[in-house]
């Protein structure tokens, strides 16, 4: 039984993985020349830089990977738990560490903020019980589905709806929970993890900060990008074919059943077919005469995101390697999105992986990837927006860091929304698909398997569970359970 993998972003890497150690015959059809999908690298003379991903949570998801197929992790793929997650800059001249210990996290709210450490160590307890409750549900099984609905789990959802908060906006959950502004736009933050507004989204999604605060966050030793290279070594290793700068030009199918791909001009029979590509761009040019329903359609698009990658003479000891620095106006930032452009002052995301990885820079020198949330393309004057949005960071670096970052910048790489549609096929340059900006998102995204062709599945950040690495190798898991292995 042979399988075909159409993108070799995370998704795709870990069905390969799942599919071979099943005994298919698996191919993965990349139309780049690099693995990887957006969880990629860049390099810039000595300058090594992780251009995707940067956060890793739920490592245990990349770890069975390397079970199923009989390896041990250790030798091949190796990280370690941050002791500080992020270091968070406010306008008002407050800094405050996110400790992995919720204890110590929360005494330095304490401390920094003024934020009760009882409220810390209690929302956390309820971020806890809300994983707890819906993760298996929404996250791990193939959600929505008759089977799912009458499930234990979605049972026990029915009996406890008030935890889930869903009729209330996290902002709101978060300013109910906290008496500081600083603390409730510190978790605020978290809707940006796949892409959403949190004075729109749900409350179901103060559920991201348990994978970071009490599950822990996690570097790689080599970097993000070793995460992407060491599942493509043990594909290879398992007997995977990577078919490289090879784009798919269309899915086969006849009578309800796929039956093969069409890639570099050539017809290739396929008893499985996995689509690991962004389904808003998949159907039309994959298969034109399987329209894509309109309820997927009438979804706002996730945030996209306006990347510099930044070669920088010197080392700067009060930043560390994840770094947040807040916008004095966080709603507003959020206004500007949605009327498609960038706020003056933006909430900056600084990542430093060469505090972890000393031979990503120079000695003497660092990698920066800055970052700020934008909206998807929908034909700005990108230009404008990138040359005043850098002024705007360098003003805001110099502001509240000290730090005059422009005569110190050696090289520079730019990523924004038209580039990233362009080099990933994400549809608008979107980062996670549809947003989760409504109480129903959880219900709306695509399902993993086909409804209308028999062999056709479905992985990646456009469809369940959704966007990010711990999603991504979620929703391969759920495609390994629905294929028998042969």
């Known amino acids: 039984m042979k399988a075909a993998i159409i993108g070799s972003g995370v998704g795709g890497l870990a069905t390969a993985i799942r599919l071979s150690v099943k005994g298919y015959k698996v191919t993965v059809f990349e139309q780049s020349q690099n693995i990887g999908g ?214 086969e199918y006849n009578k309800g059943k796929v039956t093969g791909i069409k890639a570099n001009g050539l017809a290739n029979a396929y008893d499985l077919v996995i689509n690991n590509t962004d389904i808003f761009t998949s159907y039309p040019k994959h298969m034109p005469q399987n329209k894509l329903s309109w309820f997927y359609k009438r979804h706002e698009p996730s945030s996209s995101a306006l990347i510099f990658y930044w070669g920088v003479k010197g080392t700067h000891s009060q930043l560390d390697v994840h770094n947040i620095l807040f916008s004095s106006n966080y709603a507003k930032e959020f206004e500007m999105l949605g009327q498609k452009s960038i706020t003056n002052d933006p909430t900056v995301y600084i990542f430093i992986s060469s505090k972890a990885v000393p031979s990503d820079a120079p000695e003497g020198h660092e990698n920066w990837f800055v970052m700020v949330n934008v909206p998807p393309d929908y034909g700005q004057d990108w230009k404008e927006l990138t040359a005043r949005t850098k002024n705007n960071i360098i003003a805001k670096i110099k502001r509240e860091l000290n730090i005059d970052i422009e005569p110190k910048i050696l090289c520079e790489e730019i990523l924004n929304p038209p580039m990233i549609e362009q080099k990933t096929g994400s549809y608008r340059g979107a980062l996670y698909g549809i947003s989760s900006n409504n109480r129903f998102a959880a219900f709306s995204r695509h399902p993993n398997r086909s409804k209308s062709i028999k062999g056709l599945y479905f992985v990646g950040g456009s469809v369940h569970p959704g966007g990010g690495i711990p999603l991504c190798l979620a929703s391969a898991k759920i495609v390994d359970n629905m294929i028998k292995p042969i």
């Not at 079970?67 to 370690?80: C, H, P, Q, R, V």
């Open 38 to 251: 957006k969880l990629n690298q860049l390099r810039m003379g000595e300058f090594r830089f992780d251009t995707g991903p940067s956060l890793f949570t739920l490592p245990n998801l990349v770890d069975e990977l390397f079970d199923i197929a009989g390896e041990g992790y250790s030798n091949t793929f190796e990280y370690k738990q941050l002791e500080n997650v992020t270091r968070y800059f406010y306008p008002n001249g407050k800094v405050l560490n996110s400790w992995a210990d919720p204890k110590r996290f929360a005494h330095e709210a304490e401390t920094g903020l003024s934020e009760p450490a009882i409220n810390i160590e209690n929302y956390l307890t309820e971020c806890e019980e809300l994983y707890n409750l819906t993760a298996n549900l929404f996250m791990f099984s193939p959600f929505p589905t008759w089977a799912g609905f009458k499930s234990e789990e979605a049972k026990r959802i029915g009996m406890n709806l008030k935890k889930l908060k869903a009729f209330e906006t996290m902002h709101k959950v978060n300013k109910r929970s906290f008496k500081q502004k600083e603390t409730i736009q510190l978790f605020n933050r978290f809707a940006t993890y796949n892409g959403s507004n949190p004075y729109k989204a749900p409350g179901t999604l103060t559920i991201i900060p348990h994978l970071e605060h009490n599950i822990g966050a996690y570097f790689p030793k080599k970097g993000m990008y070793s995460i992407a290279q060491s599942m493509y070594e043990l594909a290879q290793k398992l007997g995977v074919t990577f078919e490289m700068s090879c784009p798919v030009q269309r899915i």
